[in-house]
Protein backbone atom coordinates (compact mmCIF):
# COMPACT_ATOMS: atom_id res chain seq x y z
CA UNK A 1 0.00 0.00 0.00
CA UNK A 2 1.02 3.61 -0.77
CA UNK A 3 1.40 5.86 1.83
CA UNK A 4 -0.71 8.49 -0.33
CA UNK A 5 -2.84 7.59 -2.85
CA UNK A 6 -4.42 9.75 -5.77
CA UNK A 7 -6.17 8.99 -8.66
CA UNK A 8 -3.98 10.31 -11.96
CA UNK A 9 -7.22 11.41 -13.84
CA UNK A 10 -7.18 12.76 -15.69
CA UNK A 11 -10.10 14.97 -14.20
CA UNK A 12 -11.87 17.16 -16.92
CA UNK A 13 -14.41 19.58 -15.31
CA UNK A 14 -16.01 21.97 -17.59
CA UNK A 15 -14.70 25.99 -17.14
CA UNK A 16 -16.58 27.48 -14.16
CA UNK A 17 -17.77 24.29 -12.43
CA UNK A 18 -16.26 22.98 -8.82
CA UNK A 19 -13.01 20.47 -9.31
CA UNK A 20 -13.12 18.04 -6.11
CA UNK A 21 -9.92 15.93 -6.13
CA UNK A 22 -9.24 13.44 -3.08
CA UNK A 23 -6.35 11.74 -1.14
CA UNK A 24 -5.85 8.84 1.31
CA UNK A 25 -3.52 8.21 3.38
CA UNK A 26 -2.02 4.99 5.05
CA UNK A 27 -0.43 6.27 8.04
CA UNK A 28 -2.87 7.50 11.30
CA UNK A 29 -0.34 9.27 12.70
CA UNK A 30 0.62 11.56 9.80
CA UNK A 31 -0.08 15.23 11.25
CA UNK A 32 0.39 17.74 7.98
CA UNK A 33 -1.31 17.76 4.90
CA UNK A 34 -0.79 20.27 2.09
CA UNK A 35 -1.82 20.36 -1.38
CA UNK A 36 1.06 21.66 -4.55
CA UNK A 37 -0.10 22.18 -8.10
CA UNK A 38 2.27 21.08 -10.68
CA UNK A 39 1.88 22.82 -14.27
CA UNK A 40 3.38 20.24 -17.27
CA UNK A 41 7.80 20.86 -17.16
CA UNK A 42 7.79 22.92 -14.05
CA UNK A 43 8.16 22.32 -10.39
CA UNK A 44 5.71 21.96 -7.64
CA UNK A 45 4.21 24.68 -5.71
CA UNK A 46 2.57 25.23 -2.57
CA UNK A 47 -1.09 26.18 -2.88
CA UNK A 48 -2.76 24.52 0.41
CA UNK A 49 -1.87 23.70 3.42
CA UNK A 50 -4.12 21.51 6.39
CA UNK A 51 -3.30 20.51 9.66
CA UNK A 52 -6.63 20.02 11.73
CA UNK A 53 -9.60 18.43 10.64
CA UNK A 54 -12.38 20.08 8.84
CA UNK A 55 -12.21 22.73 6.16
CA UNK A 56 -9.68 25.63 5.39
CA UNK A 57 -10.93 28.06 2.83
CA UNK A 58 -8.05 30.38 0.59
CA UNK A 59 -9.74 32.33 -2.38
CA UNK A 60 -10.96 29.47 -4.57
CA UNK A 61 -9.57 27.05 -2.80
CA UNK A 62 -10.89 24.72 -0.21
CA UNK A 63 -8.93 22.27 1.95
CA UNK A 64 -11.14 19.29 3.50
CA UNK A 65 -9.45 16.93 5.96
CA UNK A 66 -10.97 13.77 7.77
CA UNK A 67 -8.32 12.20 9.84
CA UNK A 68 -10.63 9.34 10.99
CA UNK A 69 -11.52 8.24 7.57
CA UNK A 70 -7.51 9.10 6.47
CA UNK A 71 -8.52 11.46 3.50
CA UNK A 72 -7.64 15.03 2.24
CA UNK A 73 -9.21 16.49 -0.53
CA UNK A 74 -9.27 19.81 -2.52
CA UNK A 75 -12.47 21.95 -3.72
CA UNK A 76 -11.21 24.24 -6.37
CA UNK A 77 -14.28 26.47 -7.57
CA UNK A 78 -14.78 28.26 -10.56
CA UNK A 79 -12.56 26.35 -12.26
CA UNK A 80 -10.67 28.18 -14.63
CA UNK A 81 -8.28 26.62 -17.76
CA UNK A 82 -5.34 28.04 -15.92
CA UNK A 83 -6.36 25.48 -13.28
CA UNK A 84 -5.23 23.08 -15.52
CA UNK A 85 -2.32 21.08 -14.14
CA UNK A 86 -1.31 18.07 -11.85
CA UNK A 87 -2.47 18.11 -8.36
CA UNK A 88 -0.34 16.57 -5.73
CA UNK A 89 -1.16 15.99 -2.62
CA UNK A 90 1.46 15.40 0.17
CA UNK A 91 1.76 14.72 3.83
CA UNK A 92 4.64 14.64 6.64
CA UNK A 93 4.15 11.44 8.81
CA UNK A 94 4.30 11.36 12.28
CA UNK A 95 7.44 11.91 14.34
CA UNK A 96 8.11 8.46 15.48
CA UNK A 97 8.71 7.33 11.97
CA UNK A 98 11.55 9.96 11.76
CA UNK A 99 10.36 10.90 8.63
CA UNK A 100 10.03 14.24 8.84
CA UNK A 101 10.23 15.34 4.84
CA UNK A 102 6.91 15.53 2.83
CA UNK A 103 5.51 12.49 1.36
CA UNK A 104 4.13 12.97 -2.51
CA UNK A 105 1.30 11.17 -3.80
CA UNK A 106 1.61 10.70 -7.45
CA UNK A 107 -0.76 13.23 -8.45
CA UNK A 108 -4.07 13.95 -10.05
CA UNK A 109 -3.90 15.99 -13.61
CA UNK A 110 -7.09 18.23 -13.73
CA UNK A 111 -8.06 19.73 -17.35
CA UNK A 112 -10.46 22.46 -17.11
CA UNK A 113 -12.06 22.71 -20.70
CA UNK A 114 -13.30 26.05 -21.91
CA UNK B 1 13.91 37.44 -3.34
CA UNK B 2 15.80 34.41 -5.77
CA UNK B 3 14.56 31.17 -5.47
CA UNK B 4 16.36 28.36 -5.13
CA UNK B 5 18.45 27.94 -8.11
CA UNK B 6 19.35 24.60 -9.83
CA UNK B 7 21.69 23.43 -12.89
CA UNK B 8 22.63 21.92 -15.26
CA UNK B 9 18.42 22.19 -16.36
CA UNK B 10 20.05 19.47 -18.95
CA UNK B 11 22.13 16.54 -18.96
CA UNK B 12 22.20 13.61 -21.64
CA UNK B 13 24.84 11.19 -20.67
CA UNK B 14 25.87 7.73 -21.87
CA UNK B 15 25.25 4.38 -19.14
CA UNK B 16 28.26 4.21 -16.54
CA UNK B 17 29.04 8.06 -16.60
CA UNK B 18 29.03 10.34 -13.60
CA UNK B 19 26.74 13.12 -13.49
CA UNK B 20 26.56 16.36 -10.70
CA UNK B 21 23.75 18.48 -9.96
CA UNK B 22 24.28 21.63 -8.05
CA UNK B 23 21.80 23.33 -5.60
CA UNK B 24 21.49 26.90 -4.29
CA UNK B 25 18.85 27.70 -1.86
CA UNK B 26 16.88 30.12 -0.98
CA UNK B 27 18.72 32.85 1.66
CA UNK B 28 18.65 31.69 4.82
CA UNK B 29 16.72 28.32 4.44
CA UNK B 30 18.43 25.71 6.84
CA UNK B 31 17.04 22.94 5.58
CA UNK B 32 17.54 21.20 1.64
CA UNK B 33 16.01 18.60 -0.15
CA UNK B 34 16.81 16.55 -3.29
CA UNK B 35 13.80 14.38 -4.91
CA UNK B 36 13.58 12.40 -7.50
CA UNK B 37 10.42 12.66 -9.99
CA UNK B 38 9.69 10.34 -12.64
CA UNK B 39 7.51 10.92 -15.64
CA UNK B 40 3.48 10.58 -13.89
CA UNK B 41 4.99 10.25 -10.64
CA UNK B 42 5.17 12.43 -7.30
CA UNK B 43 8.65 13.21 -5.83
CA UNK B 44 10.58 10.87 -4.41
CA UNK B 45 12.94 11.67 -1.50
CA UNK B 46 16.40 11.34 -2.05
CA UNK B 47 18.02 12.96 0.86
CA UNK B 48 17.35 15.83 3.67
CA UNK B 49 19.41 17.94 4.90
CA UNK B 50 19.02 20.27 8.37
CA UNK B 51 22.04 22.82 8.23
CA UNK B 52 25.51 20.30 7.06
CA UNK B 53 23.61 17.26 8.49
CA UNK B 54 22.10 14.44 6.57
CA UNK B 55 19.23 14.18 8.70
CA UNK B 56 17.23 11.42 5.76
CA UNK B 57 19.36 9.52 3.51
CA UNK B 58 17.31 6.27 3.89
CA UNK B 59 16.37 6.26 0.61
CA UNK B 60 19.34 7.17 -1.25
CA UNK B 61 21.21 4.69 -3.18
CA UNK B 62 24.15 4.68 -1.41
CA UNK B 63 25.96 2.31 -4.26
CA UNK B 64 26.18 5.13 -6.67
CA UNK B 65 24.56 8.10 -5.68
CA UNK B 66 26.18 11.13 -3.12
CA UNK B 67 25.41 13.98 -2.19
CA UNK B 68 26.72 16.74 0.10
CA UNK B 69 25.89 20.09 1.71
CA UNK B 70 29.53 22.09 2.68
CA UNK B 71 28.79 25.05 4.95
CA UNK B 72 25.37 24.47 4.98
CA UNK B 73 24.33 26.60 1.64
CA UNK B 74 24.97 24.90 -1.75
CA UNK B 75 24.69 21.42 -2.01
CA UNK B 76 26.04 18.94 -4.92
CA UNK B 77 23.90 15.79 -5.81
CA UNK B 78 26.21 13.03 -7.62
CA UNK B 79 25.92 10.30 -8.93
CA UNK B 80 28.52 7.34 -10.21
CA UNK B 81 28.29 5.60 -12.27
CA UNK B 82 24.69 6.22 -14.28
CA UNK B 83 22.29 3.45 -15.06
CA UNK B 84 19.48 4.29 -17.33
CA UNK B 85 17.22 4.02 -14.63
CA UNK B 86 18.51 6.85 -13.39
CA UNK B 87 16.85 9.32 -16.10
CA UNK B 88 14.99 11.44 -14.33
CA UNK B 89 14.05 14.97 -12.95
CA UNK B 90 15.64 15.86 -9.93
CA UNK B 91 14.89 18.42 -8.23
CA UNK B 92 16.04 20.72 -5.27
CA UNK B 93 13.92 22.10 -2.75
CA UNK B 94 14.76 24.08 0.40
CA UNK B 95 12.69 25.25 3.75
CA UNK B 96 13.00 26.98 6.85
CA UNK B 97 12.70 24.90 9.47
CA UNK B 98 12.23 25.12 13.28
CA UNK B 99 12.43 22.20 16.08
CA UNK B 100 10.39 20.22 13.73
CA UNK B 101 8.95 19.71 10.41
CA UNK B 102 7.77 21.69 7.57
CA UNK B 103 5.82 21.32 4.22
CA UNK B 104 6.49 24.82 3.20
CA UNK B 105 9.01 23.96 0.33
CA UNK B 106 10.20 26.08 -2.46
CA UNK B 107 11.22 24.07 -5.27
CA UNK B 108 13.70 24.74 -7.83
CA UNK B 109 13.39 24.18 -11.66
CA UNK B 110 14.79 20.56 -11.48
CA UNK B 111 17.93 19.19 -13.86
CA UNK B 112 16.45 17.04 -16.09
CA UNK B 113 19.09 14.09 -17.06
CA UNK B 114 18.79 11.40 -19.69
CA UNK B 115 21.14 8.53 -19.87
CA UNK B 116 21.48 7.40 -23.01
Known amino acids: QKEVEQNSGPLSVPEGAIASLNCTYSDRGSQSFFWYRQYSGKSPELIMSIYSNGDKEDGRFTAQLNKASQYVSLLIRDSQPSDSATYLC??????????????FGSGTRLQVQP | EAGVVQSPRYKIIEKKQPVAFWCNPISGHNTLYWYLQNLGQGPELLIRYENEEAVDDSQLPKDRFSAERLKGVDSTLKIQPAELGDSAVYLCASSWTSGGATGELFFGEGSRLTVL
Open chain 1, 90 to 103: AVIGPRSTGRRALT
